[in-house]
């Protein structure tokens, strides 16, 4: 099956984008090594760009002393092409929260977050041009699928965030990029061979890859079962956020269209398969919304379905989108939520509010710049 066969995963009918061109990021170690010796050139230049670009976050040659000037510009113009022009970029939270919008090659717009916390620095990056899973309470959902970024434009929003982290931006953080969050604009496991390869350039060791821990990082997914149970088998232990929204199906249809094609009882199996093969506990994501989901019995629902599970619940206070009728249930509505499942015997956790200030939720940014 390849990425765009997936059921209940449909594009928008904007014409297809253009596709940017190869990048150092969206090879392999010996397709790196390959590239350069087809080039006439000896195979330890592999290992030197990969230090440059891997090791130290640096993707301008011009600079590059190791490198003849002719030369530096043959690799800038061939292996390092610009692939994110970055349109707009906006903080919050007294500067810890920073929210970029890119402009990739052919015009569309996808938006990463940087966020730093006193023991960590997380990035938010983006998979895919808008999204086609459509559910209905997200800005990005509206704007249907553009399409899926490369394996290189995923992993140039993680380099850049690595930069802004080590830039001493975060007083009073860690002084570099620890954590990646794979939440932005898209559903993840539907640019599947995309994804895995940047996971592999996020976690190979230097300098084939950027050489993070894997307990660092976090793949979201609406629950597109195959993907789940494929990903398992990878043998990258990242750690699985199941979106899961509501506990029953008849709510999860309408909230998450492809829960007709994977219901629930199916993408909590897929999780528990993942977490048994992987030795990770998931996540279950849950955006509290006011009068949709956030009632009592839905709350002991919940319990009942994740109580016993390797998994902890997130809740998410809806960040609303400007002119929806979706909004976050109010505060004590949430804590009597939260006090419901944790009665079960659920771990639970309520998720910060960064960015409210910065159209902070996923697509906001980019949706307001397309207009
Ligand atoms: S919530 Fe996630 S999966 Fe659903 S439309 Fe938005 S980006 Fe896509």
Known sequence: MTDLELPGITSSSRPRAARPPRHWADLDGAQRRDEVVGSGLPAFRADQISRR????????????SELSVPLRRDVGDRLLPPLLTEVAAQSCDGGDTVKS????????????????????????????????????????????????????????????????????????????????VFMGMGEPLANYRALVAALHRILDPQPLGFGMSARNITVSTVGLVPRMLQLAEEGMPVTL????????????????????????????????????????????EYALIRDINDQPDRARELGRILSGRLTHLNLIPLNPTPGSPWTAADPDVQEEFVHLVREQGVAVTVRDTRGREIDGACGQLAAALED
């Open 101 to 180: 919008v890119w402009r990739l090659t052919g015009g569309a717009l996808v938006e990463s977050v940087v966020m730093a916390y006193p023991k960590r620095v997380t990035a938010c990056v983006s998979s895919q041009a808008g999204c086609g899973i459509g559910c209905p309470f997200c800005a990005t959902g509206q704007q249907g699928l553009t399409r899926n970024l490369t394996t290189a434009e995923i992993v140039e929003q993680v380099r850049m965030a690595r930069r802004l982290a080590s830039s001493g931006a975060f007083a009073g953080s860690p002084d570099h990029l620890t954590n990646i």
């Open 241 to 284: 956020a199941l979106s899961l929204h509501a506990p029953d199906d008849e709510l999860r249809d309408t909230l998450v269209p492809i829960n007709h094609r994977w219901p629930v009882t199916e993408v909590l199996a897929a999780a528990d398969a993942y977490a048994a093969s992987t030795g990770r506990r998931y996540s279950v």
């Open 53 to 64: 670009y891997f090791g130290q976050d640096d993707a301008e040659p011009d600079a590059w």
